[in-house]
């Protein structure tokens, strides 16, 4: 028998005031050397009367700048209310109910927002969403209290033990310890429970109850005390879940919990300490993993549909081996190597199974397992030459340098690029077995309405021309020799280059290449997208992620320093 608690119309309702706005998908700014371009959140959606300073859509702002103009003090920018993921949700319910079937598989589809899905204005309650947190509610609850004395550590006719279980579960599903009123209301629920079917139904109610709570499914931030006009300090339980989804993708850990409840977690030094243990923690590799395969949009990889009479050896097979070669990469280089953004984009290996690397061409490793494997650093290096990325920005049958220097341009410069004009048909030059990809994308540039977009990017695009849309090398297209030269505008390290090892050098020591990860580390760990409250915040982080060698770890622990994550602003009733 299933306890029915509460309906999805009720969350519905419960929620309702917890959404904002939903933003376009990865809006950037623009756009000049050493600027940190990108729109403005929309606002503070945790109460009315909160005010916020955005950054113009499309707009760049410097943060030294706009620190100067903020002057001494506090300022953190807006605090949304922010909605645990489906992963989040999964590995909270992991540890907290030891439910490892991961009902948040069956959620609908998470909207993406800034390029991640943890974005707070895009996170809506759905009335599909609101009825998946009802049926995920009572799986779990059925699966927890088949052993009901195990998991109530006593007899549930025991109602001192069964109070007990409602302290220790409900302070670990909210994060913080239940106040008086809430845990009544939770006995109260138990006892209706009990008393119209069984003791089990009422724990099984409880349990159902807490996981559709908005303390739940929800992270709120209240602030605990005023430490400047206008200003609140987070609470040590607050932070002590910042820094945990932050780095584990979880709720807090029993370290955390036990900072969280002798209030260490008040000074900027106690929060650090706790930071860099988190990044010890193995799931802190997962939560990176999570952050590159988002903003380089590796979740495409699966889609990838080639012929393979245009591409020989390409089978069904190998997309899941090129996500496998990147984020083996990235987690190396990150974890084991020395951290830095310029070895993500130059490292002269990638890592590779000995099918992998004999459909690359390169000496091949025995057996399935994936191997570090030295490249030509003449022709691949790092992250821009390995095939996820380079056949996610191709077409089926073809290269795309429009493609590929929109994505150099948006997700590594962090340019704004416009979209073409809303009358514009959009198809690629027609193939021509006598043309080279060059040749026939010359077009753009001839036709005065494509120019001004496309010169920034396909001298860019054009750069990956010796590898093809599966991300192999090719010295000849057509029977013609390829030409990768490229040029770089507008930007720190404007200039001619030569292939796409070259351009990643160019990139690697480029400092908007640089701010640009740090805006997009900010956006991730905050939820939401900058503002020019938090230009003090970013300059900071930007000093620190620069003295670090920009040390990708050290710039997140960096991010955990700052205003915008130690702080939020008052509201104002």
């Known amino acids: 028998m299933q306890v029915k608690t509460i309906g999805p119309w009720l969350l519905l309702a419960t929620l309702a005031g917890c959404q904002g706005n939903i933003e376009g998908t990865r809006p950037t700014g623009s756009v000049g050397p050493g600027s940190i371009g990108g729109p403005g959140s929309p606002g503070d959606t945790t109460g009315p009367g909160t005010a916020t300073t955005a950054a113009p859509p499309g707009s760049g702002f410097d943060p030294?700048?706009?620190?100067?103009?903020?002057?001494?003090?506090?300022?953190?920018?807006?605090?949304?209310?922010?909605?645990?993921t489906r992963d989040e949700y999964n590995a909270t319910l992991a540890e907290l109910a030891s439910d490892s079937t991961n009902p948040g598989k069956d959620f609908p589809p998470e909207a993406r927002s800034l390029g991640f899905n943890n974005i707070a204005d895009a996170q809506t309650v759905t009335s599909l969403l609101a009825e998946a947190y009802k049926t995920a509610a009572e799986g779990v609850s059925d699966r927890a209290t088949k052993n009901l004395p195990t998991l109530l550590g006593c007899s549930e006719t025991d109602s001192t033990c069964v109070d007990a279980f409602i302290q220790r579960f409900g302070s670990r599903a909210y994060r913080r310890p239940l106040t008086t009123a809430e845990a009544q209301k939770l006995h109260t629920v138990y006892v209706w429970g009990q008393s119209n079917t069984t003791a089990l139904d009422g724990v099984r109610m409880v349990i159902e109850v807490l996981l559709q709570s908005p303390d739940f499914l929800y992270r709120p931030e209240l602030g605990a005390g005023e430490v400047a006009p206008g200003v609140l300090h987070l609470?040590?339980?607050?932070?002590?879940?910042?820094?945990?989804y932050l780095f584990r993708g979880s709720m807090p850990d029993q370290a955390l919990l036990d900072e969280a409840a002798a209030d260490r977690l008040k000074t900027p030094e106690q929060v650090l300490a706790q930071a860099q243990r988190l990044l010890s923690d193995p799931r802190a590799r997962e939560t990176f993993k999570s952050f590159h395969r988002q903003w380089l949009d590796?979740?495409?990889?699966?889609?990838?549909?080639?012929d393979p009479t245009l591409y020989a050896g390409y089978t069904d097979a190998i997309p899941a081996l090129l996500q496998q070669e990147t984020e083996t990469f990235i987690d190396h280089v990150i974890f084991d190597e020395d951290g830095r953004l310029s070895t993500l984009l130059t490292a002269p290996y990638t890592f590779a199974n000995q099918a992998l690397a004999t459909?690359?061409?390169?000496?091949?490793?025995?057996?399935?397992?994936?191997a570090k494997v030295a490249t030509d650093p003449t022709q691949r290096k790092g992250l821009l030459t390995q095939g996820s990325l380079l056949a996610i920005q191709s077409k089926p049958q073809q290269t795309s340098p429009v493609q590929r220097g929109k994505f150099v341009r948006e997700s590594l410069l962090c340019q704004f690029l416009p979209p073409p004009p809303a009358n514009l048909v959009i198809t690629p030059p027609e193939l021509d077995p006598k043309l080279t990809t060059r040749q026939r994308f010359a077009q753009h540039s001839a036709d005065a309405t494509c120019a001004a977009c496309h010169q920034q990017m396909d001298p860019v695009g054009l750069g990956f021309e010796h590898f093809d849309a599966v991300g192999r090398w090719r010295d000849k297209e057509n029977g013609l020799p390829i030409d990768a030269t490229g040029k770089l505008v507008m930007t720190d390290v404007d200039g001619d280059f030569d292939g796409a090892a070259a351009l990643a050098d160019k990139l690697a020591a480029s400092g908007q290449v640089a701010d640009c990860m740090m805006k997009e580390w900010a956006r991730f760990s905050l939820g939401r997208s900058e503002t020019v409250e938090d230009a003090c915040s970013l300059e900071q982080t930007r000093g620190k992620f620069a003295a670090a060698n920009h040390d990708i770890k050290q710039l997140v622990l960096a991010l955990t320093q700052t205003d915008a994550f130690l702080y939020r602003k008052a509201v104002v009733p």
């Open 298 to 306: 590796l979740e495409q990889v699966a889609s990838i549909d080639r």
């Open 64 to 84: 030294n700048t706009e620190c100067q103009k903020l002057g001494a003090g506090l300022h953190p920018g807006p605090s949304p209310l922010r909605r645990l």
């Open 359 to 370: 459909f690359y061409g390169l000496t091949a490793p025995a057996g399935d397992a994936f």
């Open 235 to 244: 609470s040590s339980y607050e932070l002590a879940t910042r820094l945990s």
